[in-house]
């Protein structure tokens, strides 16, 4: 689904298809977006209103978390109004969309946090975390008591039966 912060809503051409925009005001905040030279992980939070049907159905209707987000900022000519071009400003996942309820006369929205891609490699592959994957390497036994680490009492510098 995507989301723009136009009065209505609109379609554009993102990575050569047709996607459709919905506007009227589904975003309320969003703060600039900075890069860097690394694999620094990213998270930024997105505002959105919590009143908009577009907003409502994105994060009731479906689990959106691990759901992948790209931003692009689009640039208009100020005479015409046609869009010059779109550039794509981030990319990543959604870590989470909780809802901030208000006081009575107060706002309501949703706050969608969102991570870039360098998160993915963050992550190990699970299957290398086995000290039977690991002594298919010549017979690393790195992992071989990773099973009972921290249940197993270590005694520095004391006799094991004194306190």
């Known amino acids: 689904m995507g989301l723009w912060d136009g009065r209505d809503h609109e379609r554009f051409r993102v990575d050569g298809e047709d996607r459709d925009f919905y506007g009227a ?3 309320q ?3 600039p977006f900075t890069s860097e030279a690394g694999l620094v992980v990213r998270s930024y939070s997105l505002k959105l209103s919590a009143f908009s ?4 159905e994105l994060v ?3 689990s959106i978390r691990f759901a992948p987000v790209q931003i692009h900022l689009a640039s208009f000519d100020p005479e015409t109004g046609t869009l010059l071009g779109l550039q794509r400003v981030f ?3 959604v870590d989470g969309a909780p809802e901030e309820i208000g006081a009575i006369g107060g706002d309501a929205g949703v706050s969608l946090e969102i991570v870039s ?6 992550r190990k ?4 975390k086995s000290h039977a994957s690991q002594a298919k390497r010549n017979g690393d036994s790195f992992f071989q008591y990773a099973d009972v680490s921290g249940a197993v009492p270590v005694f520095w510098g004391r006799d ?3 306190n």
Do not use: W
């Not at 049907?53 to 409502?56: D, H, Q, S």
């Not at 891609?117 to 963050?122: D, E, P, V």
């Not at 592959?125 to 290398?128: C, R, S």
């Open 25 to 27: 005001g589904a975003i």
């Open 29 to 31: 905040d969003l703060r």
């Open 53 to 56: 049907p577009e907003v409502r």
């Open 60 to 62: 009731r209707g479906r």
């Open 91 to 93: 990319s990543g996942v």
């Open 117 to 122: 891609n360098a998160r993915i490699l963050t």
């Open 125 to 128: 592959a699970t299957v290398l």
């Open 160 to 162: 094991r039966h004194r």
